[in-house]
Nanobody
């Protein structure tokens, strides 16, 4: 049973920063392609950023230059460092794990609210 637990969300003012964490259990973390998604009220879930096992990253255009995805394989943890946050970044953020023949389910997510 794969478990992904997101944390680190909260309320922040525009221009502020947050670091999200995703702790994984039940998988061999090193081999997985990891991603952050987000879902705002009334909107579809969208891919924010991803990182391969070799640390190759990809970002949605809306967050390029502001967000950084990283992974600590020793800690089975995925991170999303978010800077210069904007109100449109407000959403529930989820992580996800993929490898050949497998995709994880969704955890509870962590709420990020950017507001003055």
């Amino acid at each position: 049973q794969v478990q992904l637990v997101e944390s680190g969300g909260g309320l922040v003012q525009p221009g502020g920063s947050l670091r999200l964490s995703c702790e994984a259990s039940g998988i061999s973390f090193t081999s997985y392609y990891m991603s952050w998604y987000r879902q705002a009220p009334g909107k579809q879930r969208e891919l924010v950023a991803s990182i391969t096992s070799g640390a190759v990253t990809n970002y949605a255009d809306s967050v390029k230059g502001r967000f950084t995805i990283s992974r600590d394989n020793a800690k089975n943890t995925l991170y999303l460092q978010m800077t210069n946050l904007k109100p449109e970044d407000t959403a529930v953020y989820y992580c996800n794990a993929v490898r050949l023949g497998f995709r994880s389910g969704w955890g509870q997510g962590t709420q990020v609210t950017v507001s003055s």
